[in-house]
């Protein structure tokens, strides 16, 4: 039995509706034909050379990935040029492609939920509202009580060792960045997975003390110690494996998809590491 590429497509934006997605954004079936069936997929951050090797290993028919593929329009499928490359070898190995970006980011399946909740978060909410009052980026919610900052710091170390363990990534989380007032109180936490550096204006209007996130430049933790938030920056690729771990275990329960085989990849990692 198979499922078709549709079916798995409109299981991903009941959640996750494309119509979530920004006007820049390229998400949906990028690569492939939704009336193909597939036994087996495989999630994943990026499309990476070495992703797209184990998907051909793993006879995996379907990668779904948080990040698009061919985000500016390709002017030729020439294998010397770099944004062709993958695109062509997915057509080669008959392996589609979707992606769900922008519009995941959004959803409750989003990392910046998922680690709200592992860390306990009480009463949270969408940080900055975008497509409707309820649905938007990153969340912001509190602990049931105030902790030092390290004690956070070290929650959230632990959380992502168990994560990537339960995952099977190879590779250790790299160091995570602090920048904030060593022994700080900490209770009222924004989180947005990816680069989130721009949201640090919102998390300080809605009073957080601690943001954490990924891509904090020099200049934006500077303004946000300035202004009495801690800023932890656990890295782009890091803050958004939450989210391919909760997309997977949605799809498995997903009644129709249960003769689907769902895989996440070995190989994702931070392009630092
Ligand atoms: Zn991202």
Known sequence: MAVSVGLIAQTIEKIAPKSW??????????????????????????????????????????????????????????????QAQIPIQLLKAEIGYYAAHTNLDQSI??????????????????????????????????????????????KVKKYFETLRIQIGIEKQVNAFRVAGKPGKKIRKIAIVNGSGGSFIPKALFKGADLLITGDVDHHE???????????????????????????????KTEKNLSDLEIMISCNMHSPWD
């Open 221 to 251: 933790a500077l303004d946000a110690k300035e202004a009495g938030m801690a800023v932890l920056d656990i890295g782009h690729y890091t803050s958004e494996i939450p989210m391919i771990k909760t997309l997977a275990d949605y799809l």
């Open 109 to 154: 399946y989003s990392s910046s939920w998922t680690i709200g909740n592992s860390l306990g978060l009480e009463r949270m909410e969408v940080l900055a509202a975008f497509v409707n009052e309820d649905r938007g980026y990153g969340v912001i919610g509190y602990l049931p009580a105030s902790e030092p900052l390290e004690s956070v710091v070290n």
């Open 21 to 82: 997605a920004e006007d820049w954004d390229n998400v949906g079936l990028l690569v492939g034909d939704s009336a193909r069936r597939v036994e087996r997929i495989i999630l994943t951050l990026d499309a990476t050379h070495e992703v797209v090797e184990e998907a051909k290993e793993r006879k995996a028919q379907l990668i779904l990935a948080h990040h698009p593929i061919m985000f500016k329009p390709l002017k030729n499928l020439r294998s010397d040029n770099l």
